[in-house]
């Protein structure tokens, strides 16, 4: 038996990486990426889920007012048909956009 405590992330994400870790992150990711808008919300999410969901400090990575990171996110939660206030959609997001290369792997 293996106990998370034993586990560095680097090997816990080697337990989603391979075909179903790509095809998970690219269903769950795939509503995100097919929108008009120009604006990067994999990567406005990324932050802000790097960031825990801290407005301010996520805006501020972004180089974006914390009400334009607000709208982002909500315009993410539209497109999902979820809102972002489960952990364990946000949990599964990360790792989805960790497996797709996005976002920051050192937080």
Do not use: C, Y
């Not at 090997?11 to 075909?19: D, F, Y």
């Not at 008009?36 to 996520?58: E, I, M, R, Y």
């Not at 334009?68 to 539209?78: C, F, P, Q, S, W």
């Amino acid at each position: 038996m293996t106990w998370f405590r034993d586990v560095r992330r680097s090997e816990l994400m080697a337990l989603v990486a391979g075909p179903a870790g790509t095809a998970f992150s690219e269903e769950l990711l795939a509503p995100l990426r097919t929108g008009a808008s120009p604006v990067d919300l994999l990567g406005s999410l990324a932050v802000w889920l790097a960031h825990h969901g801290q407005w301010g400090p996520a805006a501020a990575e972004l180089g974006i007012h914390r009400h334009t990171l607000n709208k982002r996110v909500k315009r993410a939660e539209r497109l999902l048909g979820h809102t972002l206030d489960s952990p364990g959609l946000r949990a599964e997001l990360w790792v989805a956009l960790q497996i797709a290369g996005i976002g920051s792997r050192s937080r």
